[in-house]
DNA sequence: ATATATTTTCAAAAATTTTTGAAAGTTCGA
DNA sequence: TCGAACTTTCAAAAATTTTTGAAAATATAT
């Protein structure tokens, strides 16, 4: 296979992969193209690349750099803004992980809190029903929530050596 | 907060939750009614609880069960379908855990190792980033396959004892 | 076998999400 | 201060996903 070919596939993969996590294909695509491209690039030459208009480009740019997997690049003598994506998967991996955990298990969590207080007895079958599961996925969350703090501050090789001698 | 209310709040959050998942609001809410329910449903309860079509109900009872989520009961003397949900929430997360890595994960991979197979001299600067980044992320993604299995074999006990010890 | 209850399908409609592109805003050198 | 280069915004259009509901299919009782 081609290099040229090689890449809109990755890219067209990522995207559609993208998709299955709530994340826009575009997104995606452009983290995809940033990712396997040495240099920063500009936003016309991702417009360019991916045949996207300017202001999807723009938008879809800030949300990658808001969830810290993209970073602006001043060129020296340059007026464009150049972009460019980490490099290191490990980091971008525990990046997502830090960001989807403060964005949706967090809040989900703070959630349980309250709905495990409903009122009423508890000797109710759907009260008990009821709290039963929000009491267990409240456990399971709490127990992720920790094991992910753990492993956004660690280093690769502690995932890919220790953890994985103990699953043995 | 009153249980009719509590519900409510649940519901709706689990299917808010599932759009980030990439998962269908709906799909989400008819899950999280069973998960809350001690007895099993009919299609027409559910309907009725939701306020949704029979087609939709229907469709998207369909795909929890093709996900493992959800099972058809039936009901002594009774004609129609009920349906319930696992309520043991790790079995449900291992669940989850396995179909997507199956959907997901392993052909991510498959294709992973066509790219790392393009042409060309590996000191090209283009095709070496895209090979680093394809190799990497395929590393990553072995591991964590690996680790996957192990903990969907695993008990509940485990995941909370072992793992948590290990972290500390 | 027929009538009735129940489930499934799927084309069209509705809702939602994404994309576009032109206008407004900003930055910066001369 | 002006004007060109560049970035951002956002209402409208397009694309995509989800939902509906009525018709078809299936199952069951009599």
Redesign the pocket.
Same mark, same amino acid.
């Given at each position: 296979m081609k290099l040229t070919e090689a890449k809109q596939q990755f890219i067209s993969s990522w995207g559609a992969f993208g998709?299955h996590w709530g %994340?826009?294909? *575009?997104?995606a695509q452009i983290h995809a193209l940033l990712l396997i491209t040495p240099d920063p690039l *500009?936003?016309?030459d991702i417009m360019e690349q991916l045949? %996207?208009?300017?202001?999807? *480009?723009?938008?879809? %740019?800030?949300d990658l750099i808001n969830w810290g997997l993209v970073e602006r690049v001043l060129m020296t003598g340059?007026?464009?803004?150049y972009f460019s994506a980490e490099k290191d998967i490990w980091k971008v991996v525990k990046q997502i992980v830090k960001e989807r955990k403060k964005r949706e298990l967090e809040p989900m969590l703070k959630l349980l809190d309250q709905l495990e207080e409903v009122e009423g007895d508890k000797r109710d079958k759907n009260i008990k029903s009821f709290v039963d599961t929000v009491s267990s996925i409240k456990k399971l969350g709490r127990q992720a929530d920790k094991t992910l703090d753990v492993m956004i501050k660690a280093e690769e090789n502690w995932f890919v050596g220790n953890l994985v001698k103990l699953f043995k």
């Open positions: 998709t %994340i826009n294909r *575009t997104m *500009t936003q016309d045949n %996207i208009s300017r202001g999807n *480009t723009n938008m879809n %740019i800030r340059e007026r464009k803004e």
